[in-house]
């Protein structure tokens, strides 16, 4: 059997790997020079430092099946201490907590006994009582339309602790703007809060993406440099078609690009099929590598891992992850390495090292029902065009959906699963 898949971001790369494991012929198309997944990284030179863009956390708890996939890959993770400071766009800061947990205790110390204000003990409660919350609620009972605002109204959650404090922190787990967080169905963007706060370090992978992603694509034909194009059928077989012209038959198609760029199957596909895929939202946003340090807070005791800054009027927002605390390879480089998302359009940034745009699905009152169609189509063991990517599996698209939906897909097309045994604790 012969499987094309079109995508090489972590999707497309785990069903891949689990399709070649498992004996089937696969061939591997994507549009960036290098594999999707760490076609961004950034490889300073001189020396042996490197940037992941973007760079991803996971928790223990949340990314249960990511993390088995890399302990059969043997691919080390190590746990980062995670701080954040809050800043207005000046650089005035208002909020800085160095590290947010000590080993597994969650302990918001902050920077400077000036920071010990009324607003911010405030906050303090208001997390506390949040913890507290998402803890004792059974959110799976939740209607989709129930957004996080209705969460807000309903649970009393203070305003200012909101708008100033957790909508930005979700801004880093949903890299989307204010107004799509507020309308996010509750249940799934808290479930992901709630794994994020549970009482274990966040971890990344010891030796960046690459580690993963070259394993994953180890001995796989990878067609790259060049979009898909066009999908057809001669046959019983599909033919699959990219800009350059290189070509590949296959009986079955995994797609591992965002639903908004499915329209290369308009041939193979019903139009209602197409149609569900295009009424799901994306949003896009820009990343900065950079070493400019007017995007920090003024004071260098404040800089964090997460360093959030808006205006006071809360319609701009930006985080800033300074890069040097959480990426070994850049330990013993003095000058300080930041990665900005989505910089207020009139500020110039200096000694900018890469810019990278990047888009992400956004969760709407839509979403749930592709996500039904999506689900039953995986259980149609007669399709030969598949659909897989973060955004195509219930929750906030991060990279555990991914790869979640990739086994989906990698199971309806007689894949084994290597970690689906008890030693991998799923
Ligand atoms: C700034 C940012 C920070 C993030 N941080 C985290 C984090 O900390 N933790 C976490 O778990 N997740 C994080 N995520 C989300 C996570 O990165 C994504 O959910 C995940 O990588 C999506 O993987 P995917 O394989 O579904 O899709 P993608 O990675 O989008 O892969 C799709 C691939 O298809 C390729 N492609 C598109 N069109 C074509 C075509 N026509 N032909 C061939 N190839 C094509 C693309 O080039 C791409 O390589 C973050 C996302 C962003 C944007």
């Avoid at 997944?37 to 760079?55: E, K, M, N, S, T």
């Avoid at 034909?221 to 057809?232: A, E, F, N, T």
Wanted: aromatic share 8%; proline share 5%; hydrophobic share 40%.
């Amino acid at each position: 059997m012969d499987i094309a898949v079109i995508g090489s971001g972590i999707a497309g790369l785990v069903t891949a790997h689990l399709c070649q494991k498992s004996g089937i012929n696969v061939t591997i198309f994507e549009k960036e020079e290098k594999r999707g997944i760490d076609a961004h990284r950034l490889d300073l030179d001189p020396g042996p430092g490197f940037i992941d863009v973007p760079l991803r956390v996971m928790s223990p708890e949340g990314w249960k099946t990511v993390l088995a996939v890399a302990k059969s890959l043997d691919v080390p993770t190590f746990a980062v201490g995670i701080g954040l400071s809050f800043s207005w766009n000046d650089g005035e800061t208002w909020l800085s907590i160095p590290q947010v947990m000590w080993h597994d205790w969650v302990l918001p110390i902050p920077s400077s006994f000036r920071y010990i204000t009324k607003q911010n003990l405030s906050y303090l409660m208001s997390f506390r009582k949040l913890a507290k919350i998402l803890k004792s609620i059974n959110m799976s009972t939740w209607q989709d339309s129930y957004t996080l605002t209705d969460f807000f109204n309903d649970y009393r959650i203070n305003r200012h602790f909101t708008d100033r404090v957790l909508i930005p922190v979700l801004q880093t787990v949903t890299t989307c703007e204010r107004r799509f967080i507020s309308n996010y169905p509750a249940k799934f963007i808290l479930e992901s809060l709630a794994n994020i706060m549970a009482r274990e370090q966040m971890v990344r992978f010891a030796q960046g993406t690459q580690d993963l992603a070259s394993k994953l694509a180890s001995g796989l034909k990878l067609i790259s440099g060049s979009p898909v194009v066009d999908v057809s059928k001669v046959g019983d077989r599909f033919v699959i078609r990219n800009a350059r012209g290189d070509t590949a038959t296959a009986d079955h198609v995994v797609t591992a690009v965002q639903a908004n760029h499915l329209n290369v199957l308009n041939q193979v596909i019903e139009h209602q099929e197409l149609n569900m895929l295009n009424s799901l939202s994306f949003d896009r946003g820009e990343i900065i590598c950079h070493q400019d340090t007017r995007l920090m807070p003024k004071d260098r005791r404040d800089w964090c891992v997460l360093n959030y800054r808006m205006n006071k009027e809360l319609s701009e927002d930006s985080f800033t992850v300074w890069v040097n605390p959480i990426e070994p390879s850049l330990k013993s480089t003095e000058d300080p390495i930041f990665q900005t998302w989505n910089p207020t359009p009139n500020l110039q940034i200096d000694r900018v090292l890469s810019r990278t745009i990047l888009e992400r699905s956004v969760v709407t009152k839509a979403s749930a029902p592709a996500w039904l169609a999506l689900n039953n189509m995986a259980s149609d063991g007669n399709r030969r065009v598949h659909y897989c990517g973060s955004w195509s599996y219930p929750g906030v698209p991060l990279l555990e959906s991914a790869v979640r939906s990739a086994v989906r897909v990698a199971k309806l097309v007689g894949a084994k699963i290597p970690w689906e045994n008890p030693a991998y604790g799923l």
